[in-house]
């Protein structure tokens, strides 16, 4: 069985699973109280979207190699000691709302461990950019 091409940033794996992770956490946070909307909630799902954004972005920088794992690095890394990055920054809100209550320990886990796998593929990407390079 042939991989079909990857021709946009939709048909990557690690895109699919961050949108649907992204999804998720905005069906879960619609149940938050109404006195976290302006913080956890919108928090929570600002980062999760970011996630998808960022990685789109990076696709169409993919031309130059270093554009292309800067821009993947705002995925996933700390960028400055005051900054989460995206992906990181996801599961710290995952953390406050199981902590809080909103959230029930085995959704919070289930998240968790889909950032977990979000990261080691980005991360992965960032490590071995070529096969997602556009070729000169």
Same mark, same amino acid.
């Given at each position: 069985?042939?991989?079909?091409?990857?021709?946009?940033?939709?048909?990557?794996?690690? %895109?699919?699973?961050?949108?649907?992770?992204?999804?998720?956490? =905005?069906?879960?946070?619609?149940?938050?109280?109404?006195?976290?909307?302006?913080?956890?909630?919108?928090?929570?799902?600002?980062?999760?979207?970011?996630?998808?954004?960022?990685?789109?972005?990076?696709?169409?920088?993919?031309? %130059?190699?270093?554009? =292309?794992?800067?821009?993947?690095?705002?995925?996933?890394?700390?960028?400055?000691?005051?900054?989460?990055?995206?992906?990181?920054?996801?599961?710290?809100?995952?953390?406050?709302?199981?902590?809080?209550?909103?959230?029930?320990?085995?959704? +919070?886990?289930?998240?968790?461990?889909? %950032?977990?796998?979000?990261? +080691?593929?980005?991360?992965?990407?960032?490590?071995?950019?070529?096969?997602?390079?556009?070729?000169?």
């Amino acid at each position: 069985m042939e991989k079909e091409a990857i021709k946009n940033h939709q048909d990557l794996r690690v %895109y699919q699973m961050a949108f649907e992770a992204a999804m998720k956490i =905005f069906e879960v946070s619609k149940k938050f109280p109404i006195e976290e909307r302006f913080s956890l909630t919108d928090q929570i799902r600002r980062s999760s979207r970011s996630v998808c954004a960022n990685l789109a972005e990076a696709w169409r920088k993919r031309r %130059y190699e270093a554009a =292309f794992v800067a821009k993947l690095n705002d995925c996933v890394r700390v960028a400055t000691p005051k900054e989460l990055a995206e992906s990181a920054e996801t599961q710290t809100w995952i953390e406050f709302a199981v902590k809080c209550n909103y959230l029930d320990v085995e959704s +919070g886990r289930e998240l968790y461990r889909i %950032y977990n796998q979000i990261l +080691g593929s980005l991360v992965n990407m960032i490590i071995n950019p070529s096969p997602w390079l556009m070729k000169r």
